[in-house]
Nanobody, 130 residues
């Protein structure tokens, strides 16, 4: 089991940028999937972005495509999420998740994609004001 710890986030005005980082407690094998999900109050958890470790293939939900960038730092065992052009509707608790199957990344934007992920961080709050 991989322990994941999120950092970053915070509060920003609409149009601003924030960065989230996810640190893994153990080596992330090539071909694993590391993803970011978010959950706003009263809403279901939804996938935001995912990256396949090793080859670096990335996948995004339509709602964030073109605004968010997910990247990996293999040496540091971290996955980062750079969020730009933030909107109030991006306000949510953001969670880092991991799965040993690369294909989990491909479905990150699908409904109930979180059911495929086995390891989760505690979350980091992102608040965007208008």
């Amino acid at each position: 089991q991989v322990q994941l710890v999120e950092s970053g986030g915070g509060s920003v005005q609409a149009g601003g940028s924030l960065r989230l980082s996810c640190a893994a407690s153990s080596y992330i094998s090539r071909g694993d999937c590391i993803a970011w999900f978010r959950q706003a109050p009263g809403k279901e958890r939804e996938g935001v972005a995912a990256i396949v470790t090793g080859n670096g293939n990335t996948y995004y939900a339509k709602s964030v495509s073109g605004r968010f960038i997910i990247s990996q730092d293999t040496a540091e065992n971290t996955v980062n999420l750079r969020m730009s052009s933030l909107k109030p509707e991006d306000t949510a608790m953001y969670y880092c998740a991991a799965d040993r199957r690369a294909w989990s990344c491909m479905v990150v934007g699908d409904s109930s994609a979180d059911r495929w992920y086995n390891d989760w961080g505690q979350g980091a709050q992102v608040t965007v004001s208008s």
